[in-house]
């Protein structure tokens, strides 16, 4: 029960670390579980729940523009209306590619020298977008075309292999298409909240009767550790990456994901002898 318990405060640590910045939360939960030797999948519903957390983190600390959204579509109001449409149309390609391509994805979860190559070409691709990205004017999210926000949401689908980063991937892209940093980032954060709610809902009905029945060594308590850990440490990380970005670049993140990824390849030939 301990080493459980343990195992779910750090694995909520790493997730509220890493899922909104441009290193992979999922590879880096992967990497996890071959550098800790444990059964990654019997934690394969606890890593997508947890992301949960992070992602209330994400409600608590917009609440006020989420309420003015809201309050906005009341009233009609054109750029609130805009807002939710596109962060609905960012969303479809990752639900309809989600659901196609799940058997695939669930293949590539388990393979953490996939994560370890996409977290080295991701972080190159950030030193190159960083370097020939022009970032536009300041601007919300209800003033984006529809058609950035569709972008936005098929460029979300290269995470789906992981190591890519979700956030990363996000941003990266919308600062290809010229939307400013601060609103790539927070785009990225919003569009969160459909992707993991449909992901997270999909895995836990997968997973229904095993979960219900309690035959999983991870049970309900750890994931509740995992979730409230997860939460309060995405807060805090919420609140800096957003301060950070908007005064410097993405260039650290690219250089951690190379050497993490490097690191990863040669512990990962080591201990299989390769």
Request: proline share 4%.
């Amino acid at each position: 029960m301990e080493n459980l318990t343990l195992t779910a405060i750090l694995l909520g640590i790493v997730e509220g670390l890493t899922e909104f910045v441009p290193v992979s939360s999922t590879g880096h939960l992967i990497l996890a579980s071959a550098l800790f030797g444990y059964d990654a999948e019997e934690w394969k519903v606890f890593n997508v729940v947890i992301q949960l957390g992070a992602i209330l983190a994400v409600v608590v600390q917009y609440r006020r523009t989420f309420w003015a959204a809201g309050t906005g579509i009341l009233h009609r109001h054109p750029e609130s209306i805009r807002f939710v449409v596109n962060l609905l149309v960012a969303f479809m390609p990752a639900a309809v590619i989600g659901l196609l391509m799940k058997d695939y994805i669930d293949i590539m979860l388990g393979s953490p020298s996939v994560v370890a190559w996409a977290l080295i070409a991701g972080g190159i691709a950030i030193l190159v977008i960083e370097k020939v990205a022009k970032e536009g004017p300041p601007s919300g999210i209800g003033q984006l075309p529809v058609k950035q926000a569709l972008g936005v949401g098929f460029i979300q689908c290269l995470a789906m292999v992981p190591g890519v980063s979700r956030s990363g991937a996000t941003i990266m892209g919308a600062l290809a298409m010229g939307i400013e940093r601060r609103t790539a980032a927070e785009f990225s954060f919003f569009l969160a909240i459909p992707t993991m709610l449909g992901a997270a809902t999909l895995e836990i009905w997968q997973y229904r009767d095993l979960l219900s029945a309690g035959s999983m060594t991870v049970g309900w308590v750890e994931i509740a550790i995992g979730f409230v850990v997860s939460f309060i440490v995405a807060l805090i990380v919420i609140r800096a990456f957003v301060a950070y970005v908007s005064k410097a670049g993405f260039s650290p993140f690219a250089w951690y994901r190379i050497v993490i990824g490097i690191a990863a390849l040669i512990w990962l030939g080591v201990a299989t002898g390769g």
